[in-house]
């Protein structure tokens, strides 16, 4: 009898110590999360060591940022974060041969173009001041972009020259610009500026279809004082410029690691945003590593457009060939048939819409 107590007092014991061994270890997982992100760096990476500063918003303050720094900021940015899944973004629409086509690009739930199987649950309508019309599919055509020529595409291409921009982030962000102005040549005839920006706003090369200019251009300029990132600037510029080319299809596309703090002319999202709704032109936000997620979000949420965030640009570099791919593979939706009450068109597929006006 006295074993049978002994027994039952050893394992009694056995639980009291997991119990206290999972108290102990629920203690120090709260303690870990009491840490703030940046006591939770090594020393190899410590902020101050590298930085200059005790905290992650002084990052921002820097004119300048090293490698070094970079890396120590690693465990401390966002996750890469895009909204291709699902993607439908209406690009322009133009007369072709006394037909209405409107442009569009859209993608699957794994950011891969439509295939011809996914385009089947694709529904069109039309729209009057009072009523919809659903059209059949021997109202419209569907083809590509590629399928219409001529000159069909103005871009504005707007590259952040900051002090966080490394030299090989220059090297990475050309690269990313020349992906697509190759990836466009194979599509269609396109003209592009190119912009860069870091207090202020210069036009490196002014609208051309010269592929070969452009990419001259974008090749690394030591002599370009960087310092400030007036990002709203370097867009509302390029939405200035675009507003003046007469093209179906009209894109800005704008690569940055930083987040505004220094422009004088746009200084209001909010600014953008009509600009952008005015003219119809989307906005192609590439983010990297300081820049400000929710902005990206946002701005391509209000302008109809596209945006990606990665980590470090020769991360981004691979993860834009998705962006760019859809872009080459743009859809082209022709109307075989126009009523003069016709004021838009509404497509349909996979849950999401868009409405374009016609011409």
Known sequence: MAKIRRDAMSEYRKLGRL???AAALLLIGALYACIEPEEAIGSATDLL???GVNELEGVADLRRISDDCKEALRDLLPDYEDNLAHALVPL???IFDDRTVLFFTAADGDRNPLTSSDETELRVSVLT?????????????????????GLNIALSAVVDYSGSMSDQDLDDAAEIYTDLFNGLELTSRFEANLLFFSDEVHQIVTFTEDATALRQGL????DFERAGTALYDGIGTGLDMLSARDTPIRLLLVASD???NHSQIYTKKSQLYELARQQRIPLIMLGALLSDVPSLRAMAKETNGLFIYSPYFLELKQDFLRLRDLLMESAALELRERQAE???VRI????????????
């Open 342 to 344: 016709w004021e838009s």
């Open 219 to 222: 090749r690394s300029n030591i």
């Open 258 to 260: 930083g987040f505004e």
């Open 129 to 149: 001041s009072t009523t919809e019309t659903l059209l059949d599919t021997a109202q419209f055509a569907l083809g590509k972009l590629k399928d219409y020529s």
């Open 49 to 51: 060591k590298y930085c």
């Open 19 to 21: 119990f206290a061994c």
């Open 348 to 359: 349909e597929i996979k849950g999401k819409q868009i409405e374009w006006p016609l011409p």
């Open 92 to 94: 322009g629409s133009g």
